[in-house]
Structures are given as C-alpha cells and as structure tokens.
C-alpha cells in the first residue's frame, strides 16, 4: 500500500505527537544534490500547515535553504521514538523578520525550552507539503 504510512497534519495523533519532546533530523541539500543531515528542535504549526527550525544565520543548513531562492528548497524533517515516527516534508524559505522570528522562538520554548540569545539567529520555514509517519 504506496500510502499506508501518508497523515494529515491536523491528525490528533500528529499533534500529539509534535508536542511531545523530540529531537529531530532535518535534511536540505547541498549545491551538488547530497543530503545534509543535522540534528534540529522543530515545532508543527497544524493551522498554519508549517514546521519551524531556529539556526544561525551562517549554519550549513540555512545557506542551503537561502541558495534554493524563492521557490524555497525541499526538505524533510524527521523525529523518531522507538516504533514512532514523524517525517515533515515541504519547501523551506528561511526567514529573519524580527515577526518570524519571534514567533519561532515562542514556540521552540513552548516544545523545548527557552533558546539561549542569538543576534544571528533566522528561522527555517517549511510549508508542510507531506507528512509521513507511524503513530
């Protein structure tokens, strides 16, 4: 069954399970096509359809995601607690209105705790495109 493991964002399970304290592993692509994995905290927005990343400016991952331009880069964004799973995948833009990242933060101290300071600090955005899992 091609889509036995396809969720909606908005699945009560999905939620539930974004709420939960999880690492994560978030995948951009480098300039010549391979995978760049890093750990990352993420936070799910279910009503707005987005998942959040909080970065440095100059890290690895968010000049992949600048390099993708406007059209945003995709990415996968995946958690995992033993038999559970949750992979996010989407187009990511990295934003660094002081709006954005604000929001971001909130939400990060919400999941995990509060981030220390970081002037640097920009938000990868991913518009959740298809959310992945076993719950």
Not at 31 to 46: F, L, S
Not at 103 to 128: C, L
């Amino acid at each position: 069954m091609p889509d036995a493991h396809r969720l909606d964002l908005r699945d009560e399970r999905v939620v539930a399970f974004c709420r939960e304290r999880h690492l994560a592993t978030l995948t951009t692509l480098r300039a010549d096509g391979t995978p760049h994995v890093v750990p990352v905290g993420v936070t799910v927005d279910p009503v707005a359809g987005l998942a959040r990343v909080i970065t440095s400016g100059g890290s690895h991952k968010a000049r992949h995601v600048a390099a993708a331009g406007p059209d945003g880069a995709p990415v996968a964004v995946c958690q995992v607690d033993g038999r559970r799973w949750l992979t996010v995948e989407g187009r990511a833009l990295l934003r660094s209105d002081l709006a954005a990242v604000a929001e971001a933060e909130r939400r990060y101290a919400e999941r995990y705790r509060t981030p220390r300071a970081n002037p640097e600090r920009v938000v990868i955005e991913i518009t959740v495109t298809r959310v992945l899992g076993a719950l």
